[in-house]
């Protein structure tokens, strides 16, 4: 597995009891998975040497993130190295441009977008799409290199629109969609043609970065879970995903029995808003992407209890977290902690709790007191 | 953890999500834990240096077997590190006669048992408690050093009973109880007193091995389960236990609704009859054996099922497991697989699985289903 985060090192949990040998790929010795994994190599995953040395021996390469280089991937798979995903459908995860593209030819719904080359054309790009004022505000994104709401900004008129050029990279505008909330479709697709879905699940994020999850979403209509379920599964087929695709979508519009689903985002690895499987599916994400990239049968994904609740937990202003942790473990038994081993550096995600049950209202606030807990948000 | 096998590499995987840095010493690089964990020492556990050495560092010491010696325990306590359990409880877990002394002397049921010097002594021990007949057959024990049946005899005459002498270290003589089943209390008991009781299960032994662990046991009144857990959870207090407490048990004569419970076997450690608790517990042995040891509050030991079972995977005539485990995992998309990494050998453990669900005779095909078809001992 290419980068030593915190997806790896929970990938490399879940491949202990399938027997999986695990090797990685880390930035530093102190990286999230290199303090937890048996088989670590320390290298810069831009350096095509070094990915090839790090190759010999793996049966297949997997990622913890999306920033390889798609030339380098290329290289690698012209000289027998089993990558998976493999760069033609990684692009789609790494270039938000070609994403928009791609989908748009498949007729999958998407927010209105167009490539810029400047503020002005987001001016005319915004009143293109306007039914009432400038059609102003309009999102930008760069096409490479953004998460977590860095890369992507909302303009509200031409003047503030110059800064996402200055990276020097194409960006993308889009319309600025009005949704009633964040939905995430996970699914995981062998390179046999295999494919699981989990449960659709509402993520709501906070200052741009996800902060819970709930499974199922709540008051989804099942015939639209279904419809949203079938659409992530048709992306990964499309795009010939192999692995964990997280499709993060919009509920937009329509009539409540109906909703509109637009596509957000795409990502291609075990993702946040696939943390509550670990403890809310039969099979965890985890564990079914680590069985996808070695075309090992996946395991069934459907939700264990009637609702599992997914809170992030971020860095508050106490680097010393240990005082909160306890404090959690011992108000609720039932809570599941998964730390990342992280430094505490304010807004940074160091981990995250799971909590489930039948009552929704209840797991959801075991999860939001704890996760506010460990932060140092509130403090009884 | 002092010990490679099996129980640290599955502990190592409760300890990630904790957030817990885990450190090895194992006998070499290719033991089962080794495999998998990022900070190993290899070195041989019966040498107190090297047992000083790997403890600098460390907030606590913690075994995945009951071999290391006492007298060098001592000395790292005498020395300041945290060793837990203490020698003081681990003693009842290494010394059979030790421990059937202390128990006896606690009121605790045991079977009739004496210390033996010879074979005269045997025929001795089982006239004795002969209703009828001779007494024979007895059962013997080398007191230090047996487990999965070895350093056991069952001895039907006096001529019979010199083999368990020649080792040279103390021998115990039983009775052989005529017992209807055996069971499983595991519980697990903080430095601070706090502890929790897993649901009794029923524990399958073929030839002296553990073969599957239903989880609870069908049929058991729930007074005498409850009564069990307490006999168990006294056991760990009385001892000082700290972390997993295995309680072997025979259920023998008694009536149905009040059998007789007898202690078999102590392990001062996770236990092959808790392994069911990984995917059948809200809180797997594992997770709470960690805290347990550091001393942080102990999780929800109750089950997630009505039903789990645990079948061990032991070793065939085919080294090459990996045809049996891709149709095993294909046949059942919610089985569990759990693998050690190790090589097959015949009548070796080399993984287990569980199974859960809302029917028993359903749960136990699946999981023995996939048990045999590992093993070879079916084909369809």
């Given amino acids: 597995m290419i980068g030593g985060g915190q997806l790896a090192r929970m990938t490399h949990q879940a491949g202990i009891p399938l027997g999986i040998r695990f090797k990685l790929l880390s930035g530093t010795t102190k990286d999230s998975a290199a303090l937890v994994a048996g088989d670590t190599v320390v290298g810069d995953y831009r350096d095509l040497d070094t990915l090839r040395d790090f190759a010999r021996g793996c049966d297949v390469i997997t990622f913890d993130h999306e920033h390889v280089p798609t030339a380098h991937l290329r290289a690698l798979q012209a000289e027998g190295v089993a990558v998976r995903p493999g760069p033609h459908a990684l692009v789609y995860a790494q270039d938000k441009g070609a994403m928009r593209a791609r989908l748009t030819e498949l007729g999958i ?7 810029v080359a400047d503020p002005a054309d987001v001016t005319a790009f915004a009143r293109e799409g306007a039914r009432e004022g400038d059609g102003f505000p309009v999102v930008l994104k760069t096409v490479r290199g953004g998460y977590d709401g860095k890369g992507v900004w909302v303009v509200r008129r031409e003047e503030d629109a110059a800064v996402p050029f200055r990276a020097g990279v194409p960006v993308l505008a889009e319309e600025l969609v009005d949704f009633r909330r964040e939905l995430a479709a996970n699914v995981v697709r062998s390179p046999s043609g295999q494919a699981v879905a989990y449960p659709v699940v509402e993520s709501v994020q906070v200052d741009g970065v996800c902060d819970t999850v709930i499974a199922p979403a709540p008051g989804l209509p099942p015939a639209a879970a279904v419809r949203t379920q079938q659409l992530a599964l048709r992306i990964a087929s499309e795009l010939d995903v192999v692995g964990h695709l997280a499709v993060e979508l919009f509920e937009a519009g329509g009539d409540e029995g109906e909703p509109r689903i637009l596509v957000n985002e795409l990502a291609m690895r075990p993702h946040n808003s696939g943390h509550w499987t670990q403890d809310g599916a039969v099979t965890s994400q985890f564990d079914n992407h680590v069985r996808a990239v ?8 459907r939700p264990r209890a009637p609702w599992t609740v997914m809170a992030n937990v971020l860095g508050g202003d106490y680097p010393d977290m240990y005082p909160a942790y306890l404090h959690c473990m011992a108000r ?3 809570l599941k902690i998964h730390m990342y081993g992280k430094d505490v550096k304010p807004g940074r995600k160091v981990g995250h709790v799971n ?18 807990y460990l932060r140092g948000t509130i403090t009884e």
């Fill in 332 to 334: 609720d038994p039932g």
């Fill in 109 to 115: 719904p998407c927010p209105r977008h167009r490539i």
């Fill in 355 to 372: 909590t489930y049950g039948d009552d929704l209202a209840d797991v959801r606030e075991r999860a939001r007191h704890a996760a506010d």
């Fill in 294 to 301: 070695l075309d090992l049968p996946l395991g069934d994904p």
